[in-house]
C-alpha cells in the first residue's frame, strides 16, 4: 500500500487528542442507547464532517481515500462505535449525494451546515417489506405541477430520530427497472414527514435508528436530487461511499482490537505463563491481525480504483464482504481471548461483538455480496 503523505497523516493525527475524551463513557451510553450529543460537537470541532466536501461550502477538500484514512483513524481511536457509524452516515447519506447531484441552490443552502455538523443528516432507503431488494421499494412521489407529493414509509432509517435533512428514494413511476426511483432532499419539519421513535437495536445503540412516515408529504419540485427517475444512479455512488467509509471505521477498530488483544495476552497469566504464549491464542491473534489487513487492502484498493473512474463493483463487494465477516470474527475471537472478562460488559469487549453483527446486514447483506460477486461472474 503506497505511503501516506505528511498531510493525509497529519489530518489524521489531528483526530487524536480528542479521541480518548470522547470515548469517556462509552460503555453508559451504550446501556442507555442515547445519541451522544456532547460528543457529537467535540467531533465537529474537528472538521472530520466536512472532509470530503469544497472549500467553499466549509469543507476539507479532500479525496476518497484521504477521507477514509481519516475515518479509519476515528475508528481506531473512538470507543464509541455507534458515534462512528453516526459520523459516516451523515457524511454519506445527504452530503455526498448533495454535492455530487444537488442543484446550486440545495448546495448553497445546506452543504455548509451539513460540513460543520450544524445540520446532522441521514437517507431513506429500506421498507417494511423490501430491504435489500431496492427497487421493490413502495413509497411513491407523484407530480403535482411545480411539486411532488410522497407517500408511503420507510424502516431502519440511521440517524433517523436526530435527523435534521433526510434523502428519500421514492418511486416516481410503475415501469420495471431502476428508472422508476427519484432520490429527494427533504427537510424534517416538512408537512406530512414524521419521525417515528427510536427502535431499540441489538448494537450500535448510540447510533439512533427509526421509521419514517410519509403522508401526502408535499414538496416542491426543486428538491430533486438529480433528475426525475435518475435515483438509482444517486443510490448507487452513496452506497459506494457508504461501504467504503463506514467499513474504514471498522477496520480502525479491528486495529485497535488487535492491538488490546495482544497486550492483554501478553499480560494474562494462567498456568504460570502468559497466555499469548499459547498456540490456541497466539493464532487467533494472528487470524486477528490478517483480517484486519486482508480488509485495509481490499478497501483501499477499491477507493483508488474508484477514484481513477475504474469499474470498481467486484472490489466494493469483496471490500465489504471481507470486512465485514473479518470484524465479526475478530469480536468473536477478542471475546474467548478475554475470556469470563470478554462476556462481562465491563471491558467493553461482547459490545464490539453485538456492534460487528450489523456490518453484514446493513449496506447489502453477505449473502447479496456473494449473489452480486456470482452474477459478476457470469453466474
Known amino acids: 500500500m503506497a505511503p501516506w503523505t505528511d ?15 470522547i470515548s469517556e463513557g462509552h460503555l453508559e451510553r451504550d446501556a442507555r442507547a442515547v445519541f451522544p450529543r456532547e460528543q457529537w460537537d467535540l467531533l465537529r470541532a474537528t472538521g472530520i464532517l466536512g472532509l470530503p466536501f469544497e472549500e467553499r461550502w466549509g469543507g476539507l477538500g479532500q479525496d476518497l481515500v484521504t477521507t477514509m484514512y481519516v475515518l479509519e483513524g476515528l475508528g481506531q481511536g473512538c470507543r464509541d462505535a455507534g458515534l462512528n457509524f453516526s459520523v459516516t452516515s451523515h457524511i454519506v447519506s445527504t452530503g455526498v449525494p448533495l454535492q455530487r447531484f444537488g442543484s446550486p441552490q440545495l448546495k448553497e443552502r445546506h452543504l455548509p451546515r451539513l460540513c460543520s455538523g450544524d445540520l446532522i443528516g441521514a437517507h431513506a432507503i429500506s421498507e417494511p417489506d423490501s430491504g435489500s431488494d431496492a427497487l421493490a421499494m413502495r413509497t411513491r412521489a407523484v407530480r403535482d405541477n411545480d411539486s411532488y407529493v410522497l407517500t408511503g414509509s420507510k424502516a431502519f432509517v440511521s440517524n433517523g430520530p436526530v435527523a435534521d435533512l433526510i434523502t428519500v428514494y421514492a418511486r416516481t413511476s410503475d415501469r420495471p427497472g431502476p428508472l422508476s426511483i427519484t432520490a429527494f432532499l427533504l427537510d424534517r419539519d416538512t408537512p406530512g414527514l414524521t419521525v417515528g421513535k427510536p427502535i431499540p437495536k441489538m448494537g450500535l445503540r448510540t447510533s439512533p435508528l427509526s421509521e419514517l412516515f410519509l403522508d401526502d408529504c408535499r414538496i416542491p419540485a426543486t428538491r430533486v436530487l438529480g433528475r426525475p427517475g435518475g435515483g438509482f444512479l444517486v443510490l448507487d455512488h452513496v452506497m459506494r461511499w457508504e461501504i467504503l467509509c463506514s467499513f474504514a471505521v471498522n477496520a480502525g ?108 446486514i446493513y449496506s447489502g447483506t453477505s449473502e447479496i455480496q456473494r449473489n452480486r460477486l456470482a452474477s459478476l461472474l457470469g453466474l
Open 253 to 360: 477498530e479491528m486495529r485497535d482490537r488487535v492491538e488490546r488483544c495482544a497486550r492483554y495476552a501478553r499480560s494474562r497469566t494462567q498456568f504460570g505463563r502468559p497466555i499469548g504464549s499459547y498456540q490456541a491464542v497466539s493464532h487467533k491473534i494472528v487470524d486477528m491481525e490478517i483480517g484486519v489487513e486482508s480488509a485495509r487492502h481490499w478497501l483501499y484498493g477499491a477507493a483508488r480504483k474508484l477514484a481513477a473512474g475504474e469499474n470498481a463493483a467486484k472490489d466494493v463487494a469483496i471490500a465489504k464482504l471481507v470486512t465485514s465477516e473479518a470484524n465479526l470474527a475478530s469480536a468473536l475471537a477478542a471475546v474467548q481471548i478475554f475470556g469470563g472478562n470478554g462476556y462481562m460488559a465491563e471491558y467493553g469487549i461482547e459490545k464490539e461483538l453485538r456492534n460487528s453483527v450489523g456490518g453484514t
Open 7 to 21: 498531510d493525509q497523516q497529519r489530518l489524521r493525527e489531528g483526530l487524536q487528542p480528542l479521541l480518548d475524551k
